[in-house]
């Protein structure tokens, strides 16, 4: 299996402009997670679906982020306009199945740097 | 007060030594999260913990849920052990919210 594959692994852009950022969770995991990294704040996990299905998006910053997951093997994380306080680097990751009955391990794409300037 | 601490915040150690790291959270727990993230970035999954202990390999992770306390132990630790090691914790009530350690940057030198 290729795990989770994130693209595009580093983006620089310039403020005001739209940004989306892909992920293909693990073939077969029902569960998958939009994480963002940066040094001040460390990991903060922004949205997670369970089925495709939006569970708990209470981490979303702002009205400029948005998640979609059309169908199970995609998703994306979108923001519109970037500003410079978004960069950071935008984990994905995907595990078996996470409720709050049972937990599964996650496992995390690989990162989009995205510097926006 | 942070939901969850992690002690050191940094950690050097010498190849071979027993290696100790510690999460202290103060909310009500569904499960527990050991994550390593190597210096090049990439996070690996470690642990789930809910209870007791697990082991794999050099490592062992306990958890104290009365004490709100989980380890990760590293035996005979090795220069490539060099991480930051990561506790996150899946809070109850309803929020099912998870909720991260900033982090221990453990070295490891030959």
């Known amino acids: 299996d290729a795990g989770v594959i994130q693209s595009p692994r580093h983006e620089v852009t310039e403020m005001g402009q739209e940004v989306t950022l892909r992920c293909k969770p693990i073939?077969?995991?029902?569960?998958l997670f939009w994480y963002r990294q940066t040094m001040m704040r460390g990991l903060e996990l922004l949205i997670y679906?369970?089925?495709?299905?939006?569970?708990?998006d209470s981490g979303m910053p702002e009205d400029r982020f948005s998640a979609k997951m059309p169908n199970a093997s995609f998703s994306t994380l979108k923001i519109q306009p970037s500003e410079p306080r978004d960069s950071a680097v935008y984990f994905c990751?995907?595990?078996?199945?996470?409720?709050?009955?049972?937990?599964?391990?996650?496992?995390f794409g690989p990162g989009t740097r995205l510097t926006v300037l | 007060k942070n939901e969850v601490e992690q002690s050191p915040q940094n950690l050097t150690a010498q190849e071979g030594e027993f290696i100790t790291i510690n999460c202290s959270y103060s909310v009500g727990i569904s499960a527990l999260h050991w994550l390593q993230q190597h210096p090049g970035g990439g996070i690996v999954s470690l642990f789930m913990?809910?209870?007791g202990k697990k082991k794999h390999g050099r490592l062992i992770a306990t958890i104290n849920i009365q004490e709100k306390h989980s380890s990760l132990h590293i035996t005979a630790s090795h220069p490539r052990d060099s991480a930051v090691y990561i506790c996150a914790l899946f809070s109850q009530g309803g929020s099912e919210k998870l909720v991260f350690g900033k982090g221990m940057k453990l070295t490891v030198n030959p």
């Open positions: 913990l809910s209870s």
């Open positions: 073939s077969g995991h029902n569960s």
């Open positions: 990751a995907s595990s078996p199945e996470w409720t709050e009955s049972s937990y599964n391990e996650q496992f």
């Open positions: 679906f369970n089925n495709n299905v939006p569970i708990d």
